[in-house]
């Protein structure tokens, strides 16, 4: 019992933190600063580094036009929801790209509203669209509730 205590003494002494890398303030700045510039290479990190990139009006239109259809097929795959449950996740899905795309298209058109007045458009569709297909199954669940007093 007394080797384990001492093993177990020796590996916390012997354990290395960040600190040790650097000993003086200059080289721990340094240090700081390299650990804060590595590439993140994560996918989260691609897609919004893409999408602070500036978006030409050709961009914008295409996923305008994205939002729109999405938030569309989206409510097509809500009324089709008697044929079966594959087209609720379906709706689902497409409702969220295309708030999320109408989101992107209105955040980068918001300082020239006159250049991209149809992107602007189609953009607040597909949004209302999308929000829509989330919003009227959540009312008829509501009604059901209200109706059996659950």
Not at 111 to 119: E, F, G, M, V
């Amino acid at each position: 019992m007394k080797k384990i205590a001492f093993l177990i003494l020796i590996l916390n002494l012997s354990w290395v933190s960040n600190d040790s890398y650097a000993t003086n303030p200059i080289s721990q700045e340094t240090f700081v600063e390299i650990e804060k510039s590595k590439d993140k290479t994560g996918l989260l990190s691609k897609i919004k580094s893409s999408f602070k990139k500036a978006i030409d009006k050709v961009k914008i239109r295409q996923l305008a036009w994205i939002a729109l259809i999405a938030g569309v097929l989206s409510l097509v795959g809500l009324i089709l929801l008697s044929l079966g449950s594959a087209f609720l996740i379906a709706a689902a899905i497409l409702a969220i790209l295309a708030d999320i795309f109408a989101i992107i298209v209105l955040r980068k058109t918001g300082k020239d509203r006159q250049t991209y007045k149809l992107s602007r458009r189609m953009a607040i569709w597909g949004l209302v669209t999308g929000l829509l297909t989330g919003l009227i199954p959540l009312l008829l669940l509501l009604l059901v509730i209200i109706a059996f007093g659950f």
